[in-house]
């Protein structure tokens, strides 16, 4: 039995995000192409909200439709956010950075109240590692960084021709992950490390699942954090 399609599976769990909004809320706006979609169909809605968008890509496409926006900096906190996820396992972890943003991703996450995860079928995983860790780092540290990075027992490659929004490098890494709420710590704790693509710390609050047309909500039970 063949599984169902993709871009119908991710267009059902970004609309079904769509009935979080409501007028008034300042909202999280996602990268990448599941997001992409929550934008379009929350644009449609014509809502009273301010976006506070996680990318330049996610900037553009959001003025585009006509949607308010502001920055990070301007809000003091989100009544949701809306973002897609490369990974998700069953305790809610992400990991994310496909994209390259999730620096900015991760700072508007932990400003909202809720923060909602919309993917479709083949990113829910029994565990974290199948894609690489996203590593955000300082050009000029890359080279200490890759050694550390090695040292803490991961594959580390450059991502070839990436800038980050922030004009910094990708580093993307392989690493068997056991216990990814301490390897985000250590990664973390790297000089000129920026930021890395695993969610541990802000965990989901809800995920929405596409699969073709269907979608499955899966709540935490036990709150934000």
């Known amino acids: 039995m063949s599984r169902p399609d993709v871009e119908k599976s991710k267009k059902a769990a970004a609309e079904k995000a769509v009935e979080y909004v409501?007028?008034?809320m300042i909202v999280g706006l996602g990268s990448g192409s599941t997001a992409e979609y929550f934008i379009s169909k929350l644009a449609e809605k014509k809502l009273n909200i301010v976006g506070i968008p996680t990318s330049k890509r996610t900037e553009g496409l959001a003025r585009r439709l006509g949607i308010r926006l502001a920055?990070?900096?301007?809000?003091r906190e989100l009544d949701v956010d809306v973002d897609g996820a490369d990974e998700v396992d069953p305790e809610?972890?992400?990991l994310k950075g496909g994209g390259g943003a999730h620096t900015m991703e991760k700072r508007v996450a932990e400003?909202?109240?809720k923060f909602i995860v919309v993917v479709d079928y083949r990113k829910m995983v029994e565990r974290l590692g199948f894609f690489p860790v996203a590593v955000e780092v300082e050009e000029s540290r890359k080279e200490a960084v890759i050694k550390k990075l090695a040292y803490?027992?991961?594959i580390p490659q450059i991502r070839d021709g990436f800038i980050t929004d922030g004009g910094n490098i990708i580093i993307d890494v392989r690493f068997n992950i056991v216990d990814p709420r301490g390897l985000e710590d250590k990664?973390?704790?790297i000089q000129g490390v920026i930021e890395n693509g695993i969610f541990s710390k802000r965990k989901a609050d809800v995920v929405i699942v596409g699969e073709g047309d269907k979608v499955k909500v899966i709540k935490r039970e036990n709150g934000r954090k």
């Open 22 to 24: 409501v007028d008034g």
């Open 71 to 75: 920055s990070v900096e301007e809000a």
């Open 152 to 154: 803490l027992g991961g």
């Open 111 to 113: 400003k909202a109240k």
């Open 92 to 94: 809610f972890n992400l």
């Open 187 to 189: 990664l973390n704790s």
